[in-house]
């Protein structure tokens, strides 16, 4: 079947959970931004969790379904319409051939995803259907959609919508964060005690500069001991980098693959949906917990997300 894009809003990709084991090449993951939110509209649609889905910022997309199909919508609070008229946000929606479905613009959040049955059909890349807009490739031709565009999906045939409990994937509990969590990164003996009191004791907020490759932060300045110079080396996703202005850098799923700053700490993996939801002058603060207490956090989270879907 066919999608027409009949308009693409801001910034709509389309979007797996992303290509990895290919940084050593410069490739960085790129996939969803908020891939909590993503697996969440894959799971209710039937679809398994990586699923090609469309990934859409700030305003989302207009879209007529040339046949029937089952969508749902997960992420950032935003209007969902079908044919003009609201329908329920992160529940599996059974739409007819023709139909128009309408994401309007995002109110908490920044990020929504709209999975339908089956999948989007794109070529992999690197085995992903993520898309690199840095590199242009991957996803839909490189880019983002374009008015015009008509997307293909797989049958779908076989897999089966879910359904949840009521109240259970609200706003509060998939995209809003309270503090971002953090582990202590592979620099952290370049920091003094005071960097890392600054660090997690001061709010900051998120600028303009904030996208797929990184936010740049600002608030009280944090710098390392002193003013050495660090060797280009391995940047995992989600770490905190220091560069010479002392503003922290999160570096996301497009960032780069090494880099020159000093890393102070590093998001937790459970967490870092919540980094995909941030917009500018947003308020960030830290808190520390320990290797073992991250872990631990993500288990749980993975725990929470398959007790919903356990129909």
Not at 4 to 30: F, M, N, R, W
């Amino acid at each position: 079947m066919a999608i027409l894009v009949k308009d693409p809003g801001l910034a709509t990709t389309v979007q797996d959970l992303g290509c990895y084991g290919h940084s050593h090449l410069g490739v960085s993951p790129a996939g969803a931004a908020d891939s909590l939110s993503f697996r969440i509209a894959n799971l209710l649609v039937g679809n398994y969790e990586n699923a090609p889905a469309l990934e859409m910022t700030l305003i989302g997309a207009t879209l007529q379904f040339a046949e029937s199909k089952i969508i749902a919508v997960a992420g950032a609070t935003c209007s969902f319409q079908i044919n003009g008229r609201e329908v329920a946000f992160a529940q599996a929606i059974e739409i007819d051939a023709g139909s128009v479905v309408q994401i309007g613009r995002m109110t908490t959040g920044v990020r929504a995803y709209l999975a339908m049955q089956g999948g989007i059909d794109v070529p992999l890349m690197m085995g992903s259907a993520s898309t690199h807009l840095g590199a242009r490739f991957g996803g839909f031709e490189g880019r983002m959609l374009r008015k015009g565009d008509r997307l293909r999906v797989h049958d779908g045939t076989g897999s089966r919508p879910r359904a949840t409990p009521s109240g259970v994937l609200t706003h509060a509990q998939v995209v809003l964060p309270g503090s971002l969590r953090v582990t202590r990164g592979s620099q952290q003996e370049w920091f003094d005690a005071e960097a890392f009191t600054v660090l997690l004791s001061s709010p900051f907020a998120v600028t303009d500069q904030a996208g797929r490759s990184g936010l740049r932060l600002r608030g009280r300045s944090i710098l390392p001991r002193n003013a050495s110079q660090l060797l280009t080396d391995g940047v995992p996703l989600g770490a905190i980098q220091i560069p010479p202005d002392g503003q922290p850098i999160i570096l996301f799923v497009d960032q780069q693959t090494t880099g020159g700053y000093p890393k102070i700490a590093n998001v937790i993996a459970a967490d870092m949906h919540l980094v995909g939801q941030l917009r500018a002058r947003d308020t960030v603060r830290f808190t520390e917990v320990s290797i073992e207490h991250a872990t631990a956090l993500l288990r749980q989270q993975e725990l929470w997300l398959k007790q919903i879907f356990t129909n």
